[in-house]
């Protein structure tokens, strides 16, 4: 035993070589002992970092009790190698003793030949539920909520609730909170566990219920699902179809991956990047170029637009040389105040935080902090092209005012441009860093030349 637990306390990587050795030399009683005491967290992402074959050879020394929760742990891509590499009766086993939602997901991303056969062998009660949320649109609350729930009715008692948690509570997703629903599965109120266990046993559950409750339909956004446990503080949320009939729960665990999910997607958007599910070791050389080439592509090709005007104002550049040295500067900079911007608009937005109504407020609010930014860039730059620089003031002034305007349209850009765009229903979070820095470049060019020819009577 004292050598288990040594192997169990080493780091992961060390645990990883031991499970291997163990594994190759054959020792599957010490292996499957090691396994037994393990956490089913640690040991998923352990596996995780296996070779398939390897993984799979764990996962079928695993005892039975423990391969249900660590599989519903796996990455989706291990998890489908698994299922496909075990005989349907093994597979079917598996989905049985997985929470609905999780089987779902599972069976979702499955061969449709592969999940006929599984669901042939699977009971009947798995059968009924894994069909029921396949029924709903992918990210809407429906198709993220389990089915199992501990459910009351309001003439029970106490003792009568407890009793049937003991019977039905081993196979629901939570007990912590039960549902009182009446005969026609309306949702009429909830009881925390807490208050079962101590109130009188002979109390009513009708008396004693929550009647004010908060729930969500089946067809609502799981985003929207997830900003509700944020603002409510929840761990459980009921969901419920459309003439309030309960049908499931959705839980904290299945919000942190929405979140994680949805994170990842805006962050990808972001950097210009097709959103993939993936992790990033599991996505092949060729997919990944798919995934970012088509935005490198629009991108590059939306960057002539800036050549173009550095030809228009060529003689300009021949007059005065000393132009083309502040050129970086001024894009990269009108670049990063837009890209400050719209990070912070795009997170308003996921947040709620900020609505299309308040388009004025911000676009104000934005000008201000532009005016301040592009004030102070501009003089500290002054006094290093004065100071260390040598340029001539007229030519400083050209520069600096370029600065001041080029910062309040960049931020005015990545306030407005993210609003307008979730305001006729697209992501905002396409219009981050690269799309507005690209237009900024442009902008902030035509303004520089503009101003040049004008203050230093250059003839384009």
Same mark, same amino acid.
């Given at each position: 035993?004292?050598?288990?637990?040594?192997?169990?306390?080493?780091?992961?990587?060390?645990?990883?070589?031991?499970?291997?050795?163990?594994?190759?030399?054959?020792?599957?009683?010490?292996?499957?002992?090691?396994?037994?005491?393990?956490?089913?967290?640690?040991?998923?992402?352990?596996?995780?970092?296996?070779?398939?074959?390897?993984?799979?050879?764990?996962?079928?020394?695993?005892?039975?009790?423990?391969?249900?929760?660590?599989?519903?742990?796996?990455?989706?891509?291990?998890?489908?190698?698994?299922?496909?590499?075990?005989?349907?009766?093994?597979?079917?086993?598996?989905?049985?003793?997985?929470?609905?939602?999780?089987?779902?997901?599972?069976?979702?991303?499955?061969?449709?030949?592969?999940?006929?056969?599984?669901?042939?062998?699977?009971?009947?009660?798995?059968?009924?539920?894994?069909?029921?949320?396949?029924?709903?649109?992918?990210?809407?609350?429906?198709?993220?909520?389990?089915?199992?729930?501990?459910? +009351?009715?309001?003439?029970? !008692?106490?003792?009568? &609730? *407890?009793?049937?948690?003991?019977?039905?509570? %081993? @196979?629901?997703?939570? =007990?912590?909170?039960?549902?009182?629903?009446?005969?026609?599965?309306?949702?009429?109120?909830?009881?925390?566990?807490?208050?079962?266990?101590?109130?009188?046993?002979?109390?009513?559950?009708?008396?004693?219920?929550?009647?004010?409750?908060?729930?969500?339909?089946?067809?609502?956004?799981?985003?929207?699902?997830?900003?509700?446990?944020?603002?409510?503080?929840?761990?459980?949320?009921?969901?419920?179809?459309?003439?309030?009939?309960?049908?499931?729960?959705?839980?904290?665990?299945?919000?942190?991956?929405?979140?994680?999910?949805?994170?990842?997607?805006?962050?990808?958007?972001?950097?210009?990047?097709?959103?993939?599910?993936?992790?990033?070791?599991?996505?092949?050389?060729?997919?990944?170029?798919?995934?970012?080439?088509?935005?490198?592509?629009? +991108?590059?090709?939306?960057? !002539?637009?800036?050549? &173009? *005007?550095?030809?228009?104002?060529?003689?300009? %550049? @021949?007059?005065?040389? =000393?132009?083309?040295?502040?050129?970086?500067?001024?894009?990269?900079?009108?670049?990063?105040?837009?890209?400050?911007?719209?990070?912070?608009?795009?997170?308003?937005?996921?947040?709620?935080?900020?609505?299309?109504?308040?388009?004025?407020?911000?676009?104000?609010?934005?000008?201000?902090?532009?005016?301040?930014?592009?004030?102070?860039?501009?003089?500290?730059?002054?006094?290093?092209?004065?100071?260390?620089?040598?340029?001539?003031?007229?030519?400083?002034?050209?520069?600096?005012?370029?600065?001041?305007?080029?910062?309040?349209?960049?931020?005015?850009?990545?306030?407005?441009?993210?609003?307008?765009?979730?305001?006729?229903?697209?992501?905002?979070?396409?219009?981050?860093?690269?799309?507005?820095?690209?237009?900024?470049?442009?902008?902030?060019?035509?303004?520089?030349?503009?101003?040049?020819?004008?203050?230093?009577?250059?003839?384009?």
């Amino acid at each position: 035993m004292d050598e288990i637990r040594e192997i169990i306390d080493k780091t992961e990587a060390e645990m990883k070589e031991e499970l291997i050795t163990l594994l190759n030399e054959k020792q599957y009683g010490k292996l499957r002992a090691v396994l037994s005491e393990m956490n089913e967290a640690d040991l998923a992402a352990i596996m995780d970092t296996m070779e398939d074959e390897e993984s799979l050879k764990i996962f079928r020394i695993l005892p039975k009790d423990m391969a249900a929760d660590v599989f519903a742990l796996l990455e989706m891509d291990d998890q489908k190698y698994i299922i496909m590499s075990l005989s349907d009766k093994e597979a079917s086993s598996i989905i049985d003793n997985l929470m609905a939602d999780d089987a779902t997901d599972i069976l979702e991303e499955m061969p449709a030949s592969v999940v006929k056969k599984i669901l042939a062998n699977a009971s009947p009660e798995t059968r009924h539920d894994i069909n029921h949320l396949l029924r709903y649109p992918d990210d809407s609350a429906g198709s993220i909520m389990t089915v199992e729930y501990v459910d +009351l009715k309001e003439t029970m !008692t106490v003792a009568d &609730a *407890i009793s049937r948690i003991r019977r039905i509570g %081993l @196979d629901s997703e939570t =007990v912590n909170v039960c549902y009182v629903l009446d005969n026609k599965r309306v949702l009429k109120g909830t009881v925390a566990l807490r208050y079962l266990l101590l109130m009188p046993q002979e109390t009513v559950i009708g008396e004693m219920m929550n009647d004010n409750v908060i729930s969500i339909n089946t067809m609502t956004d799981q985003e929207e699902a997830a900003q509700m446990f944020q603002k409510y503080d929840f761990t459980v949320l009921p969901v419920v179809d459309n003439e309030d009939r309960m049908v499931g729960i959705i839980t904290i665990d299945d919000v942190v991956d929405i979140l994680e999910e949805e994170a990842t997607e805006d962050i990808e958007k972001m950097a210009a990047i097709i959103p993939t599910d993936k992790p990033y070791l599991k996505v092949g050389v060729l997919e990944t170029y798919k995934k970012r080439m088509p935005w490198l592509l629009f +991108l590059m090709i939306s960057a !002539t637009f800036t050549g &173009a *005007i550095i030809t228009r104002y060529e003689s300009a %550049l @021949d007059a005065y040389l =000393v132009l083309t040295s502040a050129i970086p500067m001024l894009m990269d900079t009108g670049g990063n105040a837009g890209s400050q911007a719209s990070v912070s608009i795009i997170r308003g937005l996921s947040l709620q935080e900020i609505h299309f109504s308040n388009l004025a407020r911000v676009i104000w609010k934005e000008i201000r902090v532009a005016v301040l930014c592009g004030m102070t860039l501009a003089g500290v730059n002054f006094i290093k092209l004065m100071a260390f620089n040598h340029i001539e003031p007229i030519i400083a002034l050209v520069v600096c005012l370029t600065l001041v305007m080029a910062v309040i349209f960049a931020k005015t850009m990545g306030a407005v441009l993210p609003m307008v765009t979730a305001r006729i229903g697209f992501d905002p979070a396409v219009m981050a860093s690269p799309l507005i820095t690209t237009i900024v470049d442009a902008v902030s060019l035509s303004i520089y030349f503009t101003l040049a020819t004008h203050i230093l009577h250059i003839s384009v």
